[in-house]
Nanobody, 121 residues
């Protein structure tokens, strides 16, 4: 059983930056994509970004140009660099691992416990 542990959330002012990290306790097959979702209060969970084993990336339109996802296969880890943060980025951010098709439909093989990101105006 793979466990995902996120870190790096916190409180930041608008325009600031945060870097989220997610480490898997076991090996992640290269066929699996890794991604980040977020869920704001009263809203549905949304896919933020994904990265495949071959380092191909996809982003939600709302974060393109501001967020960068990356992956270290040797460390079974995925990262989300978030720049130019906005108050509307405030949410609980979840790390997820699964097939790319799964992540695109909002499902995953494994989920992290979530980390809070709060952006103040």
């Amino acid at each position: 059983q793979v466990q995902l542990v996120e870190s790096g959330g916190g409180l930041v002012q608008a325009g600031g930056s945060l870097r989220l990290s997610c480490a898997a306790s076991g090996s992640i097959f290269s066929i699996f994509a890794m991604g980040w979702f977020r869920q704001a209060p009263g809203k549905q969970r949304e896919l933020v970004a994904t990265v495949t084993g071959g380092h191909n990336t996809n982003y939600a339109d709302s974060v393109k140009g501001r967020f960068t996802i990356s992956r270290d296969n040797a460390k079974n880890s995925v990262y989300l660099q978030m720049n130019s943060l906005k108050p509307e980025d405030t949410a609980v951010y979840y790390c997820a691992v699964g097939l790319q098709a799964q992540l695109r439909t909002g499902t995953a093989e494994y989920w992290g416990q979530g980390t809070q990101v709060t952006v103040s105006s």
